[in-house]
Every structure is written in structure tokens, then in C-alpha cells.
């Protein structure tokens, strides 16, 4: 390893300063990368009354040379950067020498450390004054950082803190996040004595996903894996049913080249590029599960823009785009292949989703996680939705069906709606959506909002077959209509249009404001729930599902159908 040393001025200049430290999971994750970058094969950190009592994070790294371990409180000392130019290759997670005299500023600290090589353990203590030597001391090899009265000296922000337990979620948080960038690597946390969270190092990545999302999520996880022009992308991505209300399991990491660390960040390209990579399978306001690591060439990200190192800047953003989402999408075309894929032993997720039509799961049976890999996701019609026996329409709006082994409902909407959908995706990707001209041009009064957005957007409206312009300001001037909505209201269609690309916002890309009008169009021209269907047309129906690509979802990504399998149904009579 090599020896701490203080930044030059110039190479100081260029490191982007800043507040580090907020609260007690500040402290634990910049101990914690430290650790990391030491090479530590377990992480050990202990809390008292929140981490403001004390905070010790203990590793087995490298540890430091005993002349070096004043020098790292020095600003800008590190071992991991020598030159300005190497700010662009750097394989580590820290780089600007800043966390400990950070910390140090605004609490007691005293640092062990041994290398592996040495005969015994140098301590030193730092605080607002400066650090000092605190003799050799027995200690294993690693180094050991306590912290105690953090913000002692600045009860100003000690106010801002939340309680023991909001400030424990948070460093519960920020190793998590760690530690699954780091499967190899174990992690423990205790608060006041006792045990918050353990992972064992684990030797393959999805296992540290099994401890830190449950078994049942982590096994339904998509692997995905792509490569183009020196980027790469991989990770796991979960099934468009474990999507959760907001982005909080949306992990995305970044690393420069193969070797370099792993770096947790919050990118607003990455996480749409995500999104759009689930395209139509997303219900609106939900956000995919994923865990994904991206590799950047040298030269083409900078780490060094956020004070907290949570964002960084790509050169060509574009091109992560173009990698990371077709590469979702292909990852989950693949899982949730249509009738005639694989059949699987019916998942948990199929099983929480019938669950509520059946009452409480005390009295529903679920299933047992098999373990199996994730190839071939649920198919509640494996032989295809036209081989269904189908039974009878319930609560006017579901098909209530016999399969093999299985009872399946349909929700008719939902189903109806993907596939209209698809063929009028189909119809958009082979050339033109078919359309009927207005013989009078017909006005539709808006919002200025919405009529404002329609006019940003008169492209994908165009594509969809909704051709028109604004007129005045809050007026929108309707020339044609899709065929498939002939005679249908018009007005209400374009004002649920403007709606929705309202919530997709003015600056969405083309491509998925085009997606919101055409799922509007098919959410408007399908049968309700409440319509009744003559067994004819249920059958059409059916035997139309098979056509199309994703079965399971409604372009809203509500799910199209739920089962229940023979054998629940035994157990819920106690065969
Ligand atoms: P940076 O990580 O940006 O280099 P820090 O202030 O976090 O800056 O640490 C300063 C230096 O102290 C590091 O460069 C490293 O050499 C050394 N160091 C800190 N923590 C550890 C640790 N847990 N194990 C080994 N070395 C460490
Ligand atoms: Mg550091």
C-alpha cells in the first residue's frame, strides 16, 4: 500500500470540498469505504445512542504504517491519489484525504491500526486540535477507528439529527448498500449491544442479495449482463409485479473499468434508463427493484462532483442509455415470455397477487420458495390463454377459468388493454398506426398546462394517431382520431393524453410519451370492468392473449391474471 501524503495545492484545488459529515451514517460510511479500500474481509461497527454516543468501525484491511498514522488527520492526506491526472482512473472509493480530519473536526477520534507485517499496533488520537501519537498497543492486525461526542462542538447540527433508531435505519442503509457491492466482504452492525444487521461474507452476489432482500425477492431477481463501446452493465433486476411505490430499492453503482470500486450513486440517466427498460411493464408512480453495476472507461465519468461522492458526471450519457435499457429489456422479454414458455412451480409473487381473492393469507396457502433459478417466471396459462375452459364472467369484470392443475382470472380490462396495445404497437413499429380523419375538425378545451403539453408532444401524439394541433391557448384542434377509437369520445381521450404525459413530464423522450399515448388509446378503446362479454367474445379474447408478448401485465403493469393452483385449493379444505 502506498504512503499517505498530503495532496499538492494544484491536485487540492481540483477535489471538490465539501460539508461530508451530516449525521452519525456519514461517519460509518466514510469509516466503512476506508475499510473497503483496505481490502478488509469484514466490517464491524458498533453504535452507541444512535452513533451520536460513540461510533467504532473495526476492520482486518491493511492497516497503516505506524509513521503514517498522524499524517492521515492531515487535510488532504491520502494514499490513494498522487497526481490530478490520476482523479480519472481512480480505483478506490475515497480520494481526497478529507474523512478523517473531517470527522476528527467535529468529534474525538482515536485510530488503531496494524499492518499485517508489524510486531504491534500504533494508536493516535485527533480532535479539533489536531492529532497526536498515542504509543504502540497490543491489537490485531486491521485498523479500528472510535469516534465518540460526535457534533459535540456543533450542537447546531446535533439539532437537525432524528431519533436513535432514524439515525441507526440510516447506517443500516449506507452498509447495505456496501455491502452488496462487496459480497466477499462480511458486515456487522450493533446498536447499544445488540445486533441490527449481519452478512456473512457470501462468494456470489445474488446470495448477498438473499440476505439483504429476502429469499423470496432475491430469487426471482433477473440476472442481466451487457456490453458495448467499453461500458458494461450488469447486476439483477426483480419482475415488474415486486415493483414498489418508490425508487428506495432502485440501487445503481458506478466503477471505473473492471477493478475500480463500486460506487453507490443516485443518477437521474441511470435510474430512467432503468424505468425505460421496463418500458410498458410499469405501473405509473412504481419503481423496479434493481441492482446494477455499471463499468465506465477510464476518462468517461467523473467522480470527483459531489461533496459525499452520490453523483458523479458521465461524457456520454447517451451511450449509457442506450446500453443499460435494451439490455433490461431484453433480461425481462426473456422471463416473462407468453404462453409456451417453460412452466414454472407457481412463485410467491403469482401467489401474493391471487391472494386477495381469496381472503387473508393465514387461510391461503403460499407457497413454499422452491430455490429454483429465475428462468421462466409465472405462466398462468402454460399451454397458451386459448386452451382455458373458460367458466363464467364474476363480479362482471373477471374470467373465471379452468386450466391444467390451476383456476385462472382474468382481469377482462387489464387484458384487453395489453393487447390492443400490442397491436397498436405492432401497427406503430410496421410502418403507421391506422387512423380516421375528423370530417370537422374537432376543439377540445383544455388546461393551458395541458394544452401546452400536447403541443410539446404533437409528434408522439402524431405517431398514435391523434393528429391535431393547439389553437389559442387553451384549446386543442383534433384532425384525426385512431381507427380502433372510431366513435368513441375523442375529448376525453386527448384530455386522459395530456394527463398522462403530464405525469411524464414536458422533457420526456419521445419514445415514452409516444408509450403514454398509445397505452391511453388502449386503456380507452378496451372493454371495462363492469361490461358483460358473450362467451364469444371471451374467447376471442383468450385466444388473443396469445399473441401477444408480455401476458402477465396490462400496460399500466397491473397484472392480466392471478391463479390458484390445484394443490392450494386442496389446502384451503384441508386435503
Ligand atoms: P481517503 O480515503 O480519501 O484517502 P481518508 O481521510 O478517509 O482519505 O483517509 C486518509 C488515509 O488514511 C487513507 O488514504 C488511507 O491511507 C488511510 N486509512 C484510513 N482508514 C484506513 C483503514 N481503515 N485502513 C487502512 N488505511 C486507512
Ligand atoms: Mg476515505
Redesign the pocket.
Known amino acids: 500500500m502506498a504512503r499517505i501524503v498530503v495532496l499538492p495545492p494544484d491536485v487540492q484545488g481540483q477535489i471538490a470540498a465539501g460539508e461530508v459529515i451530516e449525521r452519525p451514517a456519514s461517519v460509518v460510511k466514510?469509516l466503512a469505504?476506508?475499510a473497503l479500500?483496505a481490502r478488509a474481509r469484514q466490517i464491524e461497527v458498533q453504535l452507541a445512542s444512535g452513533g451520536l454516543g460513540r461510533i467504532v468501525v473495526r476492520d482486518d484491511g491493511e492497516g497503516i504504517a505506524a509513521d503514517d498514522v498522524p499524517v492521515a488527520f492531515a487535510r488532504h492526506a491520502t494514499s490513494k491519489l498522487a497526481r490530478a491526472d490520476d482523479l480519472a482512473a481512480v480505483p478506490t472509493?475515497?480520494f481526497r484525504g478529507e474523512?478523517?480530519p473531517s470527522i476528527a473536526a467535529i468529534a474525538r477520534v482515536r485510530l488503531t491500526s496494524r499492518r499485517p507485517d508489524a510486531d504491534a499496533a500504533v494508536a493516535a488520537e485527533a480532535d479539533g486540535d489536531g492529532a497526536r501519537a498515542a504509543g504502540p498497543i497490543g491489537a490485531p492486525r486491521g485498523t479500528t477507528v472510535e469516534v465518540h461526542d460526535l457534533f459535540a462542538v456543533t450542537p447546531a447540527r446535533r439539532k437537525f439529527l432524528r431519533a436513535p433508531a432514524t439515525e441507526v435505519g440510516h447506517v443500516v442503509d449506507v452498509l447495505t448498500r456496501l455491502a452488496v457491492a462487496n459480497p466477499t466482504v462480511g458486515f456487522r452492525l450493533e446498536h447499544d449491544g445488540r445486533e441490527v444487521l449481519s452478512l456473512p461474507a457470501v462468494r456470489e452476489p445474488r446470495q448477498r442479495l438473499v440476505q439483504t432482500l429476502g429469499r423470496e425477492r432475491a430469487t426471482r431477481l433477473l440476472a442481466v449482463r451487457a456490453a458495448a463501446d467499453g461500458y458494461v452493465v450488469h447486476g439483477f433486476v426483480a419482475p415488474p409485479a415486486d415493483a414498489l411505490r418508490s425508487a428506495r430499492l432502485l440501487w445503481t453503482y458506478v466503477a471505473i473499468g473492471e477493478r475500480g470500486a463500486a460506487r453507490w450513486i443516485r443518477d437521474r440517466l441511470l435510474l430512467r434508463a432503468v424505468v425505460d427498460g421496463y418500458d410498458a411493464l410499469l405501473e405509473r408512480g412504481r419503481y423496479p427493484i434493481a441492482m446494477l453495476f455499471l463499468e465506465v472507461p477510464t476518462g468517461d465519468v467523473d467522480v470527483n462532483v459531489h461533496p459525499a461522492k452520490l453523483e458523479v458526471r458521465f461524457r456520454r450519457a447517451a451511450a449509457i442509455h442506450q446500453l443499460v435499457a435494451p439490455a433490461l429489456r431484453t433480461a425481462l422479454a426473456a422471463a416473462l415470455a407468453p404462453a409456451g414458455a417453460p412452466a414454472a412451480s407457481p412463485r410467491a409473487s403469482a401467489l401474493a397477487e391471487a391472494a386477495p381473492a381469496y381472503g387473508p393469507p393465514p387461510t391461503l396457502p403460499l407457497g413454499r420458495d422452491t430455490g429454483a433459478s429465475q428462468a421462466g417466471l409465472w405462466a398462468p396459462a402454460p399451454r397458451g390463454f386459448a386452451s382455458l375452459r373458460f367458466i363464467g364472467q364474476i363480479f362482471d369484470g373477471y374470467l373465471l377459468c379452468e386450466g391444467d392443475g390451476r383456476i385462472v382470472l382474468i382481469d377482462q380490462h387489464a387484458a384487453h388493454e395489453r393487447v390492443v396495445f400490442e397491436r397498436l404497437r405492432a401497427e406503430q413499429d410496421a410502418g403507421r398506426i391506422a387512423r380516421d380523419p375528423l370530417l370537422v375538425p374537432e376543439t377540445i378545451e383544455l388546461d393551458a398546462t395541458e394544452a401546452a403539453l400536447l403541443g410539446e408532444h404533437a409528434a408522439a401524439l402524431e405517431t398514435a394517431g391523434l393528429e391535431g394541433e393547439p389553437f389559442g391557448e387553451r384549446t386543442f384542434l383534433l384532425r384525426s382520431v385512431p381507427r380502433l377509437l372510431r366513435g368513441r369520445d375523442a375529448g376525453a381521450l386527448v384530455r386522459a393524453v395530456a394527463t398522462e404525459l403530464a405525469e411524464e413530464g414536458a422533457s420526456a423522450a419521445a419514445a415514452r410519451a409516444t408509450h403514454a399515448v398509445l397505452a391511453t388509446i388502449a386503456c380507452h378503446s378496451v372493454v371495462r370492468v363492469g361490461q358483460r362479454l358473450a362467451s364469444e367474445e371471451v374467447r376471442a379474447l383468450l385466444a388473443s392473449m396469445d399473441g401477444v408478448p408480455v401476458a402477465a401485465h396490462c400496460p399500466h403493469g397491473r397484472p392480466v391474471a392471478a391463479e390458484l393452483t390445484r394443490s392450494q385449493l386442496e389446502a384451503l379444505f384441508h386435503r
Open positions: 466514510e469505504e476506508n479500500d472509493l475515497g474523512a478523517l
